[in-house]
């Protein structure tokens, strides 16, 4: 769409409609005050919620004259919408953000930025609601309409969120020495094609190919500078209460999910208690069963919902207990008390991806020699080798439907500790 610089400048001329639409900006120091960034965030949502479209900043939309941004400024607009598209659009609306310089009917060089929003596989709400652009305008969509878009977009959504774009991620993001682990004899010896084939690639709505969710995830080293909320954040406490006074330790763990894993483990390894008893040999009692530990961090990160915005994993340890919350509900049809017979997958791209991925960790003895197993093991393993040490089950339960919460309780030590 617009696909060159002047194509764009003589759309500009002709006015708004259902794919363009036009933003003057002022400022006021390093903020954009108008837009504001709630209206901003409506009128990107309903242009997504509709069909592919371009916003363009820096020109007024009443007399088409090209207004411009200031140099100096161009940055801070740019982090501006990428903090709307991030933060406020639900789920995380991927746009392709350009600044382009063009040249003015009276010869003189201003700034613009495009935005490019494709049409969403999903439906995003923002903070007014959920909204469609009509023509030039954007409406609130009835419940009738939305429940229709929703049963439209379910039905025809050809991939699923873990395969999307992730436009604002350039393809040299992915590192060889992350995705050369998943290379086989049979991989294509080129690797555009390898990443291509794989998915760790793919093309956006725009025909140019860029990063996937998943391709982010495993083969980026740092994902978080494009899907801000993909990290664990961690927190050990003194005691059985979530109380910032008592924090004993904690950390914000990022970087690739293989990575993460190993870090969320060795954070548990290192904060959980030891206990001992003499049989008459000393026998060491660890407060967690690290096979366990492992399985639930995994099952955490493959299976949360990624499109949910602000939501990271987070890990607390207390005296007597293990939390673990993962953002989503439980996907597909499961419940929380089938969750231990049966098998589903929110990100089958992903979990494949990770069951390439080699488990090498210091310190556990469980089964696997990767890091995912496609058997449905997991959580039996959780539930069994938790309550074996603990002597008490571990539970799950959902809050609020929007996130899935693990409790594995810690083995009560009699003797001596340390």
């Not at 990107?44 to 916003?55: C, E, K, P």
């Not at 499109?307 to 919350?325: A, C, M, Q, T, Y």
Request: with cysteine; proline share 5%; charged share 25%.
């Amino acid at each position: 769409m617009f696909d060159t610089t002047d194509e764009l400048l003589r759309q500009i001329q002709l006015g708004e409609d259902s794919s363009l639409e036009l933003k003057d900006l002022r400022y006021r120091g390093d903020r954009v005050v108008a837009p504001n960034d709630k209206s901003m965030a409506d009128a990107l949502a309903a242009m997504a919620n509709a069909s592919d479209g371009v916003f363009v900043l820096g020109v007024d939309d009443k007399t088409r004259s090209i207004t411009g941004i200031p140099d100096e400024k161009l940055d801070f607009v740019e982090n501006w919408l990428r903090h709307i598209c991030d933060g406020l659009i639900t789920p995380q609306l991927f746009c392709l953000i350009r600044k382009l310089a063009v040249i003015t009917d009276d010869g003189c060089a201003r700034n613009i930025i495009r935005v490019d929003v494709p049409k969403s596989l999903f439906i995003h709400q923002s903070p007014g609601g959920y909204f469609e652009r009509i023509g030039a305008a954007k409406r609130q969509l009835t419940p009738d309409r939305l429940a229709r878009l929703f049963q439209q977009r379910s039905q025809s959504r050809m991939i699923y969120f873990d395969e999307q774009a992730v436009t604002s991620a350039p393809e040299n993001c992915l590192k060889k020495s992350l995705w050369g682990q998943f290379v086989t004899p049979l991989s294509p010896a080129d690797d555009r094609d390898f990443l291509l084939k794989l998915k760790l690639l793919t093309k956006g709505a725009d025909g140019n190919i860029y990063p996937s969710v998943s391709g982010v995830l495993t083969a980026c080293e740092c994902p978080q500078d494009y899907l801000p909320s993909a990290f664990i954040q961690a927190v050990a406490y003194r005691g059985t209460e979530r109380n910032a006074d008592y924090q004993l330790d904690a950390r914000d763990i990022t970087g690739p999910l293989d990575h993460q894993i190993a870090e969320a483990y060795h954070f548990v390894r290192k904060n959980m208690r030891i206990g001992a008893i003499k049989r008459p040999a000393r026998q060491d009692i660890p407060q967690y069963s690290m096979s366990a530990v492992f399985e639930a961090l995994t099952n955490a990160v493959a299976h949360r919902d990624y499109s949910i915005h602000g939501s990271k994993i987070r890990l607390h340890l207390f005296e007597n207990r293990l939390e673990l919350f993962s953002p989503g509900s439980i996907p597909n049809t499961m419940t929380i008390e089938s969750l231990p017979l049966r098998q589903s997958a929110r990100n089958d791209l992903l979990c494949s991806l990770l069951a390439r991925s080699s488990l090498s960790l210091e310190g556990y003895d469980g089964p696997r020699g990767f890091l995912m197993d496609r058997r449905g093991e997991g959580v039996p393993i959780i539930l069994t080798e938790s309550e074996k040490l603990s002597g008490r089950r571990p539970e799950y339960r959902l809050i609020d439907e929007s996130e899935l919460m693990l409790t594995i309780y810690a083995a009560h030590h009699k003797q001596s500790e340390e």
